[in-house]
């Protein structure tokens, strides 16, 4: 689930989310939501009785924080499993990284 939490952030940091996220239409806005609750995005919120939904999402200072945590966790990861596979696999990771 962490992942979905970093693609997310990382979508945002580069500026790529839709500018309207609704609830019923948008892949992932239970993340999206989590993400806002705990101060990692920020977007106006037009929700009303029915249907949630946000305008203007954007990455908060703490979410690029979060980011980089997540990002140094899934390196980690990366790094683990180099140790464990050898040279050979360090090539297929970094042509999965460019991908």
Known sequence: MLEEH???LEQAAAGQLPKRIMEHSTPGFT???ELIEAGY???VNASHTLEGAYLEPRITLDGREYLK???GVSQAIIDQSTHFHGPASQSTIAATRRQ
């Open 6 to 8: 970093r693609q997310l």
């Open 31 to 33: 993340i999206f939501r």
């Open 41 to 43: 995005l920020t977007a």
């Open 69 to 71: 945590k997540l990002s």
